[in-house]
């Protein structure tokens, strides 16, 4: 049973803006933090933004912190991850996932719950 559905990559200039959407179970969305990590080829998996259930409590790192914006929308149990200013070092498979809300504080991928399939995004340069 598919619990995560991620949509939106692709190939994009370097400067240029992506929007990636994820749709969760409505149990799953209910439930848990929700938010985005990146594996760019060779390297690990990294963090790249969270967002708490009721949406107040949000976190990006250094690298996009500025540049990407996570949001949800309960009523469409949907989470997304708007990038602008790309760059080459963007390039990665994002993931999107569900987890109890520390896991995305200690940014820890071993104690996520649930991932999605993963999307590719492409940067140019």
């Known amino acids: 049973q598919v619990q995560l559905v991620e949509s939106g990559g692709g190939l994009v200039q370097a400067g240029g803006s992506l929007r990636l959407s994820c749709v969760a179970s409505?149990?799953?969305?209910?439930?848990?933090?929700m938010g985005w990590f990146r594996q760019a080829p060779g390297k690990e998996r990294e963090f790249v933004a969270a967002?708490?259930?009721?949406?107040?409590?949000?976190n990006y790192p250094d690298s996009v912190k500025g540049r990407f914006t996570i949001s949800r929308d309960s009523a469409k149990n949907t989470v997304y991850l708007q990038m602008t200013g790309l760059k080459p070092e963007d390039t990665a498979v994002y993931y999107c996932?569900?987890?109890?809300?520390?896991?995305?504080?200690?940014?820890?991928?071993?104690?996520?719950?649930?991932w999605g399939q993963g999307t590719q995004v492409t940067v140019s340069s």
């Open positions: 996932a569900a987890a109890p809300l520390a896991t995305f504080i200690v940014r820890r991928t071993t104690t996520v719950n649930y």
């Open positions: 409505g149990r799953i969305f209910s439930t848990y933090a």
């Open positions: 967002i708490s259930g009721s949406g107040g409590f949000i």
